[in-house]
């Protein structure tokens, strides 16, 4: 896995993109970083961009992001993109993702391009 994690200060938000196969444990590690960019740079708006990720991880792992989000520190005011993945499973994981993050009180979405995922960000 390849990952970038970088904050645009003109925008507020923090920006993970991810390249290649992606393990439970890289997808621990990609929010990790992202979410510890966001507190040095008090943000609230994040978005990750898998369309070049190929998926290994499970539904389960997914369902556990919300809780590590609280535990990280950030809270409701919190808004999260992710620009799913070009394959069906990662497009299905990324909708639940959103599923599972509205039913916990977080806001999140999916969409199938980075300029949308920014544009909801910045509405």
Not at 1 to 21: C, D, F, N, Q, R
Not at 73 to 99: C, I, K, M, T
Request: with cysteine.
């Amino acid at each position: 896995m390849l990952l970038t994690v970088k904050y645009e200060a003109t925008t507020g938000i923090v920006e993970a993109t991810v390249t290649g196969a992606v393990s439970s444990e890289d997808l621990r590690e990609i929010a990790t970083q992202l979410f510890a960019c966001g507190r040095e740079n008090s943000a609230s708006l994040f978005v990750g961009d898998y369309r070049r990720a190929t998926i290994e991880f499970s539904p389960f792992d997914v369902f556990e992001v919300p809780q590590f989000q609280l535990e990280q520190g950030l809270d409701s005011a919190s808004r999260f993109a992710v620009v799913s993945p070009n394959h069906d499973r990662g497009r299905q994981l990324a909708e639940f993702y959103q599923v599972v993050s509205s039913n916990r009180g977080w806001t999140a979405a999916t969409f199938d391009s980075r300029h949308e995922a920014i544009d909801w960000l910045l509405e």
